[in-house]
Nanobody, 115 residues
Framework: QVQLVESGGGLVQAGGSLRLSCTAS????????MGWYRQAPGKQRELVAS???????NYADSVKGRFTISRDNAKNTVFLQMNSLKPEDTAVYYC?????????WGQGTQVTVSS
């Protein structure tokens, strides 16, 4: 029943930008805090950014000032605008609730940043 579908990833050069989207088929989306997570090869999955139902945001120190999370409750969508991308941003990016629910993980979208 719960389905989270990420899109917008791709291959970009360092310094470039990408905008990720996550469409959520989830009950009461508008009242749920949401987050973007990422997992790089050989690394643990980490929280990148979160956004509350009232659009209050939090960011990992590694992306603060470069990434912006937003949401459109009318479209059940959460976005991640990524600017000034660095090779270390390379990862599979996932959306989920925040805190995450292990039953909700989707397939993610691959972001690759070349040097």
């Amino acid at each position: 029943q719960v389905q989270l579908v990420e899109s917008g990833g791709g291959l970009v050069q360092a310094g470039g930008s990408l905008r990720l989207s996550c469409t959520a088929s989830i009950t009461f989306f508008s009242i749920k805090p949401m987050g973007w997570y990422r997992q790089a090869p050989g690394k643990q999955r980490e929280l990148v950014a979160s956004i509350s139902s009232g659009s209050r945001t939090n960011y990992a120190d590694s992306v603060k000032g470069r990434f912006t999370i937003s949401r459109d409750n009318a479209k059940n969508t959460v976005f991640l605008q990524m600017n000034s991308l660095k090779p270390e941003d390379t990862a599979v990016y996932y959306c989920n609730t925040w805190p995450y629910n292990n039953d909700y993980w989707g397939q993610g979208t691959q972001v690759t940043v070349s040097s």
